[in-house]
């Protein structure tokens, strides 16, 4: 593993055991922010997601690639006793583990939060899942699709008066990885303060009902059920998309007074001479009257040209940019946003972490590991001898990268 870390998660060891993307985010960022985190994988196929595409460069998931930059990778056998003895040797030395099984699964193993945390009591152990370690549905698989669904995110996403749609990411991982990075910090500062460990329950259901937390709050006070809207449908008047003449901008107002600079740069004084367009709760009323106006004047001028003058009035405004565009962004540009995966030229790129410390002057991009390829140096360190790893990669309690023979 590479050792060129910076930040204030140095010194910190996770073993990180999930799979597919939800926990691998969650311990990308601790490993952005300088833990060594070790990913624990399977024999043969490693993640799940190292498999997922196309698109692959050079064998490389470009998916596998976006969330497990700054990893060592350690293939264990959990099915052998050996296999899980590993595990327990490396969990006795880890500040934090993070796995994403079926809680049954896990206890018939001995890796449950109990058993580990009896064994290690300053560990941090964080159960990433579907739906949560309790309720009726916590032992039902989960997925991000499922998520959006249950959630109630997808009933209010989508064209107006068609059918729901899923957001286009793969936005329940994602956030819910950042979740369980925010608690697993957290956690951390308890740890160092008093030596005590914590057990974190993240969920992609959880995550998806936080995403719709001002929906919920706003139908609960009598607002009435949402449905696709394309954009339209929200608490603020106007805040949605419209066609220009050549293409499709967005436009943000938050507040009267950003109202009425909008209605003088746009060239529509009525509307904001119009008493009962003064406040918010007025100008949803009209909402259908003003998009109306607001869109038959957006059409005639250029994106560019709105842009240009509704900058300079302060509105916040922007492209509806294509992925084409996004990456050539000069505000993404200039922040560094893009990380080319090393040794892809530019082929593999991954998301910087949507963070940035002072102290740490260049983000930390170490390319995403090989199947098995830290297993002999983890092992080692962990006390086993060099012919120890061999016979237990003969014995198949452990992987080794392909193409390495036993010494």
Known sequence: ?????????????????????????????????????????????????????????????????????????????????????VLLRLLDTADVF???????????????????????????????????????????????????????????????????????TALSDVVTGMAAAVAINAALVRQARTGEGETIDVSLLDTDLALMAPRIAAYSAGEPEPAPSGGTDSVLAVYQSFEAADRTIVVAIGNDAMWKRFCGAVGL??????????????????????????????????????????????????????????????????????????????????VRSPFRLASQDTPRNERFPGLGADTRTILVDLGYSDQQVDELAAAGAVGLPKGVLAS
Do not use: H
């Not at 490389?60 to 976006?66: D, L, N, P, V, Y």
């Not at 109306?292 to 003058?309: F, K, M, N, P, Q």
């Open 269 to 350: 004084p009525d509307l904001a001479a119009d008493p009962a367009l003064a406040d918010n709760a007025g100008r949803r009323d009209q909402r259908t009257r003003i998009t109306a106006e607001v869109g038959e004047r957006l059409a005639t001028r250029s994106a560019s040209d709105w842009l240009r003058i509704l900058g300079t009035a302060e509105i916040p405004v922007s492209l509806v940019q294509t992925l084409a565009e996004v990456v050539k962004d000069s505000q993404v540009i200039a922040r560094g946003s893009l990380l080319p995966v090393p040794g892809f030229q530019q082929e593999l790129v991954s």
């Open 98 to 168: 993070l796995q994403n099984m079926n809680p049954g699964k896990l206890t018939r193993l001995g890796i449950d939060g109990d058993t580990l945390r009896a064994r290690n009591p300053r560990l941090v152990y964080c159960a990433m899942s579907g739906f949560g370690l309790d309720g009726p549905d916590s032992d039902l698989p989960g997925y991000d699709l499922v998520a959006q669904a249950r959630s109630g995110l997808m009933s209010v996403t989508g064209a107006k008066g068609g059918t729901p749609q899923r957001v286009s």
């Open 1 to 85: 593993m590479a050792d060129s870390a910076s930040g204030p998660l140095v010194g910190v060891r996770v073993v990180d055991m999930t799979t597919s993307y939800a926990g691998p985010t969650a311990a990308m960022y601790l490993a952005d922010l300088g833990a060594t985190v070790i990913k624990v994988e399977r024999p043969g196929r490693g993640d799940d997601a190292r498999g997922w595409g196309p698109p692959f460069v050079e064998g490389a998931s470009a998916w596998f690639a976006s969330a497990n930059r700054n990893k060592g990778s350690l293939v264990v056998n959990l099915r052998a006793p050996e296999g899980r003895e």
